[in-house]
């Protein structure tokens, strides 16, 4: 059995249905005389073809990329989506013709077979754009959602002829034109829509804000990431190119390549149909560096450093301002260490907490290698640095020095 990917399985569906729509309509629309429903089973043929210029499009758009075509084949799809929108426009246009021929006086048959068909189509119509509009923007395929809001734009047309058979029915033979006539004002903004977002993805514009803050936040929640400088984005088809400049604190270049590949597998895990992300490491101008020294009491400078890091009491937050000639103190804090009487993982937790308040770099009297505090810092590219201090003030003046 051939296994056919969801979205030209959907276009599939729409040539068959469609094709099936307009015999149905040609059938009856000549039984009976009306123009409308002939007009209307011809513009159903034109969908035909613009589906399987969407099938064309996906299978164009899924190939390989190349030599000659690095970033792939994608926009296939938004070129395909150009043509349907001008293939809307002229549904519009042939919408008002035959409204316009129908103020004519027209002798219609076989009325209760033509109704019956308009109806028939009607309800397959708004079924089947439902259908490609929930795989399109589920897969987020450009040219098939283009495709759904063709279809749902057909839906108009098929009311209108719907309509000016019921009023034939019911003696207002002129009724059918001028829903038409109304109802082609919806599918010139349909094209519109359609051809408006194929120009921007073709043009390579950014994509929406929410998308662009949505990248933004994922990027801003890794840990190393200290600042985005730039951000760009642009669609092409159903993926994504992405585009980011960040500082970071990493001076290691392996570290760096590491983080750069862990922003990449955070954001393709999170937001669907990424194709490539390209990070673009800067330095971090940094003003101040945050330290952190567990201790066992909480008076300022004169504090004792715990020779226990686990089992401190608390933990002396202060900043260095890099600025100054001298590296003056600033912002000292202390926090309490809530985990410090655990029998297990006190280290694990108490590493946790001070990833929190984003420090730069712990003082320890104890060397944290190889254990569980260790791999969480690290993880957050914390910096170690092991002293024989006995006070918050002896290591404050050798950072001083």
């Known amino acids: 059995m051939i296994h056919l990917e969801r979205d ?15 015999v149905i309509k040609y059938f009856f629309g000549v039984l009976s005389g009306s123009i409308a429903l002939t007009a209307d089973a011809i513009h159903s043929v034109t969908d035909v073809i613009s589906s399987v210029g969407v099938l064309i499009g996906l299978k164009i758009s899924g190939r390989k990329p190349t030599k000659a075509f690095p970033y792939g084949f994608y926009k296939a799809e938004n070129i395909v989506s150009l043509f349907l929108a001008l293939a809307i426009f002229y549904a519009g246009y042939e919408i008002i013709l035959t409204s316009v021929e129908k103020f004519g006086t027209v002798v219609l048959t076989n009325l209760p077979f033509a109704i019956a068909a308009a109806l028939t189509s009607l309800v397959f119509t708004v079924l089947l754009s439902r259908y490609k509009l929930k ?5 987020n395929s450009p040219s098939l959602i283009a495709d759904g809001k063709h279809t749902q734009a057909d839906t108009y047309a098929s009311t209108a002829v719907l309509l000016g058979l019921l ?17 082609s004002v919806f599918v010139f903004r349909a094209g519109y829509e359609i051809l408006k977002d194929a ?14 803050n949505r990248i933004r936040e994922v990027a801003s929640g890794t840990y190393g990431v200290r600042k985005i400088r730039s951000l760009k984005a642009r669609s ?14 990493l001076k290691d270049l392996e570290r760096a390549h590491q983080l750069s590949d862990k922003i990449e597998e955070q954001i393709k895990s999170e937001i669907k149909n990424v194709d490539r992300v390209l990070v673009h490491m800067e330095p971090e ?9 567990p201790c066992t009491e909480n008076k300022g400078l004169s504090s004792k450093v715990s020779g226990h890091f686990g089992a401190a009491e608390y933990f002396c937050l202060f900043d260095i301002d890099l600025r100054t000639a001298d590296n003056e103190l600033t912002d000292m804090r202390f926090i309490k260490n809530p985990y410090f009487a655990l029998e297990r993982r006190k280290g694990l937790k108490a590493a946790e907490l001070l990833v929190t308040n984003k420090i730069d770099k712990l003082i320890t009297k104890e060397s944290i290698a190889q254990k569980s505090a ?17 006070t918050i003030e002896e290591i404050v003046e050798e950072l001083k020095a």
Do not use: H, P, Q
Request: hydrophobic share 50%; glycine share 8%; net charge negative.
């Open 8 to 22: 030209k399985k959907a276009a599939l569906v729409s040539i068959g249905v469609t094709a099936f729509l307009a």
């Open 135 to 139: 795989v399109g923007r589920e897969l």
């Open 167 to 183: 009023g034939y029915y019911f003696g207002f033979s002129s009724l059918d034109a001028i829903a038409g006539i109304l109802v």
């Open 199 to 212: 120009i921007k993805v073709l043009l390579d514009a950014s994509i929406s804000y929410e998308g662009l």
């Open 236 to 249: 092409s088809g159903k993926f994504m190119f992405i585009e980011l400049e960040i500082e970071t604190n």
């Open 285 to 293: 101008e940094k003003e101040f560096m945050r330290y952190a020294v």
């Open 374 to 390: 260790f791999y969480v810092l690290e993880d957050a590219y914390v910096e170690f640095e092991e002293t024989d201090a006995a």
